[in-house]
């Protein structure tokens, strides 16, 4: 009758009997003889678990024995594996054929089998039998795919030839399942005890298919062509429930080439391993790369229902793609005009249309091979879809390519954006982009962390591939490492730990554009679509960017203008004061780094900054470095980001002091779209960039990023004016407000309030200046007028520098006097001051104007005021009305101030090119003997630290009554007014140092080694 949808008749046990069986005639077998019938069990009810006993006899039925019999890993005899109990219920609940070579102990010249159900059985526990064939009359067995009759195969559909080793249709190349939904008959002939479950948590990711069932535990692929096929990988663990205890209770992996007559060891996965989820990767050997071949993982023997369990996901079987293939995918069908692009860092726009995209994706391409957790989405302000992945709550997250085979001068480029904001709590959660050559069994980083004196590395220096949570987006382009060409290689993004979303835009891999577009474009199908301000075959810079960078830091905002990126920093105090008030500082758990956006460095010169790493005293939030990978490199780009020149390593020795450095850029660095980068090396561990606060914490300030390779000739700053001009004449100058008013000075001016207690100097640099024999400088300064004690003076010195690199500093002028007569640089009766200002002679506002001493000269002098002294409080000062250049006329004959094209500004009351001439008639004469205030006042100038008195007593014989009487704590002076001396022959005066008493009130030390600077000039 026919049953469980016979096409036919077909013998059927379905009566209550007490015994089924059916037994044939006697028939010859031979070393060709094999059996081949249909059967089913139990019709399509899966729950259930009996077997039928297939036996034979070669004594005319008197004694029975199975026809195939147990053979598992423990016997050392079986070359291959199978059980006694062939025809299973569950695996036979519909029609199937069963093609079984005879083995030797079958062989007779009256051999005869017997189908038997042993007793006792359920009534319902039916079964049938079909299409029986006992013989050796079709060679190769019609190949597994086709049924013997008479002598002749008769081809399954779908199979031709005369063997029926022929398919008519294109098999599956490849085959690959990640489980997130019910395995389908497109890839799995069989799956019985196994169900898709979350017990086993994720083994790959997502979903896993569980075997626990209690009957059979088999898994078979569809027939697949593997000619191009290289390796079969899965993920696999054992005991999500309870662990398997016994050898036989491993899984093993075959393969069969003939449609399941005969099964090949792969692999015997040992039950005592993959206790934790494991990647198997195999691959496969010759005899498994035809047309047809077909896999089962079976498991022998089990404990029962829930018991000796496994799991298997991410199963894949395939090679790699031909050197043909590149692989490009913008995750979106919309195609945007070239004009409505927006900056490429900005977002992700910018689509080229391909024939492949109609509508709006929302599924992800076949060329990404794993891609559990990800899906088409908009993420970060995209404004169309992106390959979004991750999810919130811990696990594995990634996306997975094919195998591809690079060839010379490939590319890969893609956007980036991870989280889209930035985390500060510790976790796993970066994404690293790695590759593996060996089919994803190893992965390594496809740009390493290579820094200075690794010898793996031969002298580049480079961050690795791993992204972490920032906000926006990035274009990454990595070009290809050579030891990828010509072999298979998978590419992956990772993220281990996925507490937020991450996503992937304009992913491209295949040859790269002309000198890849610079680094300022996406390169799609070897072409270039350029950000704004950018064009031409390989994005060329059309618009003008800052020819240089100053930053102080002085605020908590960032200006984007000048950095491209600050990853990890902060302006704040946490490592001290570098050199005024707040300083940059990176202590945060992943990635330090400063990147400054493009500048046009072609006329620039010189980068300096000061910078620190950890400190003396170890603070906590500023530690000290103990390794070489502590310090912090910095390097720049010339494409965009897309290659770095190392510049300077910051040696973590060195730097626990507070250095200054100055820097001479390098040619090659002296370019339109010029970028630099400070960053401290990631911490690595086993291999996987790691998180952590565990490395030294560092701080940079006052960087300025600069200068040029023809310096100006001539400096002038009244301070008067905001703007540019103002911040190109100086390099920085710490402490200082611009101000109006100190001191009684109504005009602005630098001011030094001296109010903050951090003990940094106080300073006022200029610029590089080309400073020729013969030049001067004129300044207005005044130093501590609210000083009411002899105390401390805190001294502004004026010092010069012609090599900015051995910042190495001498005051502008030495001092010449009486005593130092013989000292190098002093001229015979020429008496001067050093360049060395502070509340004794400079207590008021004071134009100084010195001609330049020829040894100043360079082509790249600097001269600066500083005031040191470690003590937090010291006097305020200011500076006004700078000139530095070309000397005026008899230097203005110091009745005026020097201005730009060395004209002379004159004082009132002069005039004439260089202010000799004087308004009006000068007095010809002076005669004071100190006994009138009103007349010493019309005769003199200026009288400082000196009073009319007598302290000295009177300065008999030779004058009576009261004198002029020094004993002030600042410069002791009397300067005439001016005089018309052209008809004068003579200068008369009484002068007194000291007493021979000795008084309180008039002395003089003889015995202190410099007397001689006690003499009056």
């Not at 030839?161 to 690959?176: A, I, N, R, S």
């Not at 077909?294 to 395939?318: C, M, T, Y």
């Not at 008195?949 to 004993?967: E, K, W």
Request: aromatic share 12%.
């Amino acid at each position: 009758m026919p049953v469980c949808g016979s096409s036919g008749d077909a013998l059927v046990f379905i009566e209550k009997a007490s015994t089924r069986y059916v037994v044939t005639t006697d028939i010859a077998i031979n070393e060709d003889s094999f059996l081949q019938l249909d059967f089913a069990a139990s019709c399509s009810v899966t729950d259930s678990c009996y077997a039928i006993e297939l036996e034979y006899s070669v004594d005319l039925g008197l004694t029975w024995q199975s026809v195939v019999r147990d053979c598992l890993p423990t016997n050392v005899e079986c070359n291959r594996y199978h059980l006694q109990r062939i025809l299973v219920s569950d695996t036979f609940n519909k029609w199937t054929r069963i093609i079984l070579p005879l083995p030797p102990y079958t062989r007779s010249d009256a051999t005869r089998f017997r189908w038997h159900q042993t007793a006792p059985f359920d009534k319902q526990q039916t079964w049938a039998i079909d299409n029986v064939y006992i013989g050796d009359g079709c060679i190769d067995m019609c190949s597994g795919h086709g049924r013997c009759t008479e002598g002749n195969c008769v081809c399954d559909e779908n199979w031709s030839g005369l063997y029926c080793d022929e398919p008519d249709v294109f098999l599956p190349t490849q085959l690959k399942d990640n489980f997130n939904r019910a395995p389908t008959s497109q890839n799995w002939l069989t799956v019985n005890g196994g169900k898709l479950s979350t017990v086993c948590g994720a083994v790959a990711s997502g979903m896993v298919l569980h075997f626990s069932g209690g009957c059979s535990r088999l898994l078979v692929t569809v027939d697949l062509n593997l000619t191009k096929a290289e390796f079969i990988q899965f993920y696999f663990m054992y005991g999500c429930l309870i662990s398997p205890n016994s050898r036989n209770q491993g899984v093993l992996l075959e393969y069969s080439a003939n449609g399941g007559i005969t099964w090949t060891l792969l692999m015997e996965i040992f039950y005592d391993q993959f206790s934790k989820p494991g990647f198997v990767n195999i691959l496969l050997p010759p005899d498994a790369k035809r047309v047809g071949t077909r896999f089962r993982w079976w498991q022998p023997k089990h404990e029962g229902l829930d018991q000796s369990d496994w799991a298997i996901d991410n199963v894949l079987i395939s090679g790699s793609a031909d050197q043909r293939t590149v692989m490009l995918d913008t995750f979106s069908s919309a195609p945007l005009p070239q004009h409505e692009q927006s900056p490429a860092d900005a977002g992700p726009t910018g689509r080229i249309a391909f024939d492949m995209f109609v509508d709006d994706r929302t599924t992800v391409n076949d060329l990404w091979m794993f891609h559990d957790d990800c899906s088409i989405e908009k993420f970060c302000d995209s404004p169309d879809g992106v390959l979004m992945c991750g999810s919130h709550d811990g696990r594995e997250a990634y996306a997975i390519t094919h195998d591809l085979t690079p060839t010379e001068h490939w590319i890969m480029q893609f956007k980036i954006s991870v989280g889209c904001k930035t985390s500060e709590k510790i976790a796993q959660n970066q994404v690293h982009v790695q590759y593996s050559t060996d089919f994803g069994v190893s992965w390594r980083y496809l740009i390493p962390q290579c820094l200075p004196a690794d010898p793996k590395c031969s002298g580049a220096v480079s961050q690795p591939s791993v992204f972490f949570p920032t906000k926006g987006w990035k274009r990454i382009t990595y070009p290809l490492p050579e030891n990828l060409v010509g072999n298979p290689v998978r590419f992956r993004f990772y993220q281990k730990y996925s507490d937020m979303q991450w996503a992937i835009d304009n992913f491209y891999l295949g040859p790269g554009c002309v000198e890849n577009c610079q680094g300022h474009g996406d390169c799609l199908k070897e072409q270039c679509i350029c950000d704004p301000g950018y064009s031409g075959p390989n994005c060329y810079l059309t618009h003008p960017l800052k020819t240089f960078l100053k930053e102080r830091f002085d605020n908590e905002e960032i200006r984007p203008d000048l950095w491209m990126s600050l990853e990890g920093g902060l302006a704040c105090l946490e490592c001290g004061v570098l050199a005024e008030d707040t300083a940059l500082y990176f202590g945060g758990p992943t990635v330090r780094q400063a990147m400054t956006q493009d500048l046009d460095l072609r006329g620039a010169k010189f980068l300096q900054y000061f910078g620190r790493i950890g400190s003396e005293n170890n603070m906590t939030t500023c530690h000290r470095p103990t390794c070489r990978k502590e310090g912090v490199l910095l390097d720049y780009s010339t494409d965009g980001g897309i290659s770095w020149t190392l510049l300077h390593e910051m040696d973590y020795q060195k730097y626990i002091s507070i250095r200054h450095d100055y820097i001479l850029l390098p040619e090659e660095a002296l370019t339109n779209t010029t970028r630099l980068r400070w960053w401290q090396p990631f911490v690595i561990n086993n291999g996987i960039v790691v998180s952590g606060f565990d490395r030294a914490q560092w701080a940079l300030d006052n960087i300025l990023i600069g200068g040029a390779e023809i310096n100006p000739s001539q400096l002038v700053d009244t301070f008067d004016d905001e703007g540019i001009s103002h911040e190109e004449n100086w390099s920085f100058y710490p402490n200082a407000v611009r101000t109006a008013g100190f001191c009684g000075n109504p005009s602005f001016h630098l001011y030094w309030p001296n109010k903050k207690k951090d003990q940094t100097y106080n300073i006022l640099s200029s610029r590089e200046l080309i400073i020729q024999p013969g030049y001067m400088i004129q300044f207005k300064i005044v130093v501590g007028c609210e000083a009411t004690s002899c105390g401390d003076l805190h001294s502004v010195m004026l010092e010069y520098s012609k090599d900015a690199r051995l910042d190495s500093w001498q005051l502008v002028q030495t001092q010449c006097l009486p005593s130092s007569s013989n000292s190098v640089g002093c001229s015979p009766f020429q008496f001067h001051e050093a360049t060395i200002y502070n509340s004794v002679n400079s207590s008021t506002w004071k134009r100084i104007t010195i001609q330049l001493p020829d040894h100043v000269s360079s082509s790249a002098t600097q001269f600066r005021w500083i005031q040191k002294g470690e003590e937090p409080e010291k006097q305020s000062w200011a500076i006004d009305h700078v000139y530095i250049g070309e000397a005026c006329p008899k230097l203005c004959s110091g009745h005026g101030y020097c201005t730009t094209g060395a004209i002379c500004i004159c004082d009132e009351e002069y005039q004439g090119d260089d202010c000799s001439v004087f308004n009006h008639e000068l007095p010809s004469y002076i005669k004071d003997n100190f006994e009138s205030a009103r007349i010493t006042e019309i005769n003199w100038e200026i009288i400082q630290g000196g009073v009319i008195g007598n302290g000295c007593g009177q300065l008999a014989p030779y004058a009576h009554g009261d004198s002029l009487y020094f004993n002030g704590c600042q410069i002791r002076q009397a300067v005439t007014k001016s005089l018309d001396l052209m008809r004068a022959s003579k200068i008369m005066f009484v002068l007194q140092i000291g007493s021979l008493s000795q008084t309180d009130s008039c002395n003089t030390n003889l015995s202190d080694p410099n007397t001689a600077l006690s003499t009056v000039l």
